[in-house]
């Protein structure tokens, strides 16, 4: 989606204004009337200074735009082709929102200043970003526990979860002195430990080492010693690349990290829901607020362009595909005289000078057109 919201001068007629646009361009793109109400306007200073923050808050409201389109396509994972389902705004897709629009008196109403309007514009959407930022790291942090879980439940022997494979009968259980170590032993490396875990400390029992499981990288493996030798016998493994598992035998555990992995999947899974129900909300709101703004941008530069009292008309004008150049250069042919010196020169394809280029700066952040012109693309399916 890539928009132009244009705006001309209307000579005490705006209808005629646009349809005269609207057939200028046929050939070349779809135009749309863009309704921005009058508003309460002060001084023209107080406009100038208007101008620049909406510049600020246009480019932090798209961020937004982008990072709630951004979540949503996460959570989605391998379904993004549903992503446009929830992308909407007003129950409308963006498009016919855009092509659509009308300003909502009701949240914002017209007799109050710009200035506050704009404030209120803004504090909206840092708070809607705001929320979805703490759900979102709520989420996370619950996502993160859950995939601890589930890789010692999927991964090798060295971090596997290990009850449900170590039994009762493989441990040394309520000894004063003695007690069993489970260690994961490299695959290439069994010869290596049966020859040399008797030896690695004092105090281990001779051949109490027995193999009781095996997958394609370690075999795990017990071995009884004296406890007092525990944190020596584990230094020297960690030596010999054995890994000795943090593991205690206790038949009341499985059943424990059972419940506490069903428990932190259903939280996941229900946090997962709330955050895209968010999201969803989230994107409708920030998206209108963000072409309201524009809306604000539209009329606040029209303003300063075209001098009190507000007459002009502003459009949605939509390019056909690689017809890029050509809107440009049929707004030029009907507009170009708006620029004076500057306008004249464009038409003809002169060079600017860079004294006018400087004066009417603020228009578009970027080259000078000498009609009001601002954009908004939208892309959600970028990366």
Excluded at 70 to 99: F, G, H, T
Aim: aromatic content about 10%; some cysteine.
């Amino acid at each position: 989606m890539d928009y132009h919201l244009v705006s001309v001068p209307a000579s005490g007629n705006r209808q005629n204004t646009l349809q005269n646009l609207k057939g200028k361009l046929s050939e070349v793109a779809s135009t749309s009337p863009f309704s921005i109400p009058e508003f309460k306007i002060g001084t023209l200073d107080a406009l100038v200074l208007l101008s620049d923050e909406l510049v600020k808050y246009d480019s932090s409201i798209e961020q937004t735009v982008m990072k709630t389109v951004d979540i949503m396509r996460s959570l989605l994972k391998d379904q993004e082709s549903q992503l446009p389902e929830y992308l909407k705004v007003n129950d409308k897709d963006p498009e016919s929102y855009v092509r659509s629009f009308q300003w909502n008196t009701m949240k914002y109403r017209t007799d109050k200043s710009l200035q506050e309007t704009t404030e209120l514009l803004n504090q909206e959407v840092s708070s809607a970003d705001t929320v979805m930022k703490n759900k979102m790291n709520s989420y996370t942090q619950t996502k993160n526990a859950l995939q601890a879980i589930q890789r010692k439940q999927t991964g090798n022997l060295s971090v596997k979860n290990l009850y449900g494979i170590v039994k009762k009968e493989h441990c040394v259980l309520n000894s004063e002195y003695l007690t069993t170590l489970i260690v994961a032993v490299p695959k290439q490396s069994y010869k290596h430990w049966n020859s040399i875990y008797e030896s690695m400390t004092q105090m281990v029992v001779p051949r109490s080492s027995i193999k009781i499981a095996e997958d394609n990288e370690y075999g795990l493996f017990t071995v009884t010693l004296f406890k007092r030798v525990v944190e020596e016998f584990t230094h020297k493994a960690r030596e010999e690349k054995f890994v000795v598992r943090d593991f205690q035998y206790d038949e009341t555990s499985l059943e424990k990290q059972k419940k506490e992995a069903e428990e932190t999947m259903s939280l996941e899974r229900e946090q997962q829901n709330t955050v895209m129900r968010l999201a969803k909300t989230n994107f409708s709101e920030v998206f209108s607020s963000w072409v309201h703004l524009k809306a604000l941008r539209v009329f606040v530069e029209s303003v300063l362009r075209y001098g009190l009292p507000p007459d002009f008309a502003a459009a949605v004008i939509e390019p056909k595909p690689k017809c890029q150049k050509k809107v440009e250069d049929v707004l030029m042919s009907q507009f170009g005289h708006l620029g004076g010196v500057y306008g004249q020169r464009a038409k003809k394809g002169e060079a600017k000078d860079e004294s006018l280029d400087h004066e009417f700066q603020n228009v578009n952040d970027s080259s000078y057109k000498p009609w009001v012109q601002f954009e908004i693309r939208f892309d959600p399916i970028r990366k």
